[in-house]
């Protein structure tokens, strides 16, 4: 199908077409990275404070610090030691220990959730025509095809993904069982992604005929379809826990390996290989590359789009 099935329409209303839609992606971009972006100068941790908040993250949310670039943590750290109004660590490490909700804040300020619909939208019209058009020829007949969404933030490539079955794969959805398996770290966004409701700037990548087929205008908010949402099971899990996921067909981890550090990419991709089929498909993010050992273990099918095949 010509890459023009997903024009970005971003000016268009969901409901008619009429109104347009100011282009503010980009605007939304910058916000959210500059929140974070703001604050580059990092405060300076000794090994001590690092470690206090290593452990408090780790026993009140299982988060592992230790898998992260450095940097980037100590930047997110410091804006939001700063934000809060304190002085210095050792007032951060207390306010933290008192205020259960600054510790979700931290997390949060951690775990960057920015996402969208048909974000980086080549990478979709080669899971159209590349992608799923295989599996489904490789698995014959009938079956069931196991898709696992890491590190999903608040659901809107999961359900990219659900919406191209049903618009595209509605035969096939027939024969096959699907599973939509989307999951992350963070379950303030998971609750989101499960309610499903999107502020119009998510919906930018989106044409006007999908949006009027799967969204309903609520407010200033848009409500994805049941019929979408169903498709797509959402569950809290670290990507260093362990390994829950076997089977998979087509494993989707876009933007998050890039804030691990070299050894734990590696460990995590590995990972990814031990949960694919034979002939799975690994789709990362535009910035993200295989590293080490597991450049040997999957073929590149895409290079641009980052799609590998195991
Ligand atoms: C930038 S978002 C990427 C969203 C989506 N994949 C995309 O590319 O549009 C990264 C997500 O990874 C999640 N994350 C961070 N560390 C994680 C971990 N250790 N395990 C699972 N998810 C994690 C964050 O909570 C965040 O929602």
Known sequence: MAAGIFPKVADMSISEGKERLPAISGLLRDRHGDLLQRDTTAIHYSE??????????????????????????????????????????????????????????LLNALTINVTEFFRNQSTFDKLKDIVFPDIFAAKGG????????????????????AIILKEFFSEELKRFNIEITATDVDEGILKKAAEGHYKRDKLVGMVPGLMVRYF??????????????????????????????????????????????????????????????????????RAEILVGESRKLFSSIC????????
């Not at 026993?59 to 992260?68: I, Q, V, W």
């Not at 939001?80 to 490490?93: H, P």
């Not at 696992?148 to 993904?161: D, H, N, V």
């Not at 290079?303 to 195991?310: A, N, T, V």
């Open 48 to 105: 001590v404070t690092f470690k206090a908040i290593r452990d408090i993250l780790f026993e009140r949310e299982g988060f592992d610090l230790d898998s992260y670039k450095d940097k980037c943590i100590q930047r997110r750290i410091s804006f939001r030691l700063r934000t809060s109004g304190c002085k210095n660590t050792e007032e951060y490490i207390e306010l933290l220990n008192k205020k259960e909700e600054e510790v979700k804040k």
């Open 216 to 285: 309903k205008e609520d407010g200033d908010k848009y409500r994805l379809s049941n019929d979408i949402k169903k498709m797509v099971s959402f569950r809290k899990e670290d990507i260093f826990q362990e390994r829950l996921h076997r089977e998979k067909d087509l494993i989707i981890c876009r933007n998050l390996l890039i804030y691990f550090s070299r050894v734990k990419q590696e460990w995590v991709l590995n990972e990814f290989w031990k949960a694919l089929n034979p002939g799975g498909f690994l789709i990362l993010g």
């Open 142 to 161: 009938s079956g069931t095809v196991r898709i696992w969404s890491a590190g999903c933030a608040s659901g809107e490539e999961p359900y990219t993904i």
């Open 303 to 310: 290079p641009r789009e980052r799609i590998y095949r195991k």
